[in-house]
T-cell receptor
């Protein structure tokens, strides 16, 4: 079974600074997807970024980028120029590819605080 | 695009009542919908996977007779918590994945339903 581990229950960052959230996973599959979701206090789940395992290039979305290390099974999220609105719970998630229902396996989350 | 509407957002009811939660994909057709439960300060726990026109697949430990799931169309799935008790109080979130020829469509989440059983 696939597992996703987020080892940082809480993190804080100064506004305008950069922060990196860690995520490791375990799988025997060679092709899969990885995601970072943001859950603000409103509790809506918002897709931040996703990475396809067969792509070596790290995904980027504006201020958000990932460091995908397939051999190490590591998938960290870097937030640059942190803003107050970035404060939220961040969940790393894994999904298989191929035929099937593509369910997500979530990590336990990292609570990010942004200090003004 | 890819909006998922979940209703109601908050419901309070007496113990023994059955509660229905709706999950709709507003601008796309969703072959598969997922139902999650989230306890305070915890991650999302998958309860069941719902495929249009077929029976839902429940995760281990989830009572199918307690949490009835219906996915009658490509845009609507419902979760009914039958004879709800205080221990069923939680935050329930649905998600939907669009139909696609490839498996690279992400899940889009509803805003969740806070269920409080008195």
């Amino acid at each position: 079974a696939q597992t996703v581990t987020q080892s940082q229950p809480e993190m804080s960052v100064q506004e305008a600074e950069t922060v990196t959230l860690s995520c490791t996973y375990d799988t025997s599959e060679s092709d899969y997807y990885l995601f970072w979701y943001k859950q603000p206090p409103s509790r809506q789940m918002i897709l931040v970024i996703r990475q396809e395992a067969y792509k070596q290039q790290n995904a980027t979305e504006n201020r958000f980028s990932v460091n995908f290390q397939k051999a190490a099974k590591s998938f960290s999220l870097k937030i640059s120029d942190s803003q107050l609105g970035d404060a939220a719970m961040y969940f790393c998630a894994y999904s298989r590819t191929g035929a099937g229902s593509y369910q997500l396996t979530f990590g336990k989350g990292t609570k990010l605080s942004v200090i003004p | 695009g890819a909006v998922v509407s979940q209703h109601p957002s908050w419901v309070i009811c007496k113990s023994g009542t059955s509660v229905k939660i709706e999950c709709r994909s507003l601008d796309f057709q969703a072959t598969t919908m997922f139902w999650y439960r989230q306890f305070p300060k915890q991650s999302l726990m998958l309860m069941a996977t719902s495929n249009e026109g077929s029976k839902a697949t429940y995760e281990q430990g989830v009572e199918k007779d307690k949490f009835l799931i219906n996915h009658a169309s490509l845009t609507l799935s419902t979760l009914t918590v039958t004879s709800a008790h205080p221990e069923d109080s939680s935050f329930y979130i649905c998600s939907a994945r669009a139909q696609a020829a490839h498996s690279n469509q992400p899940q889009h989440f509803g805003d969740g339903t806070r269920l409080s059983i008195l």
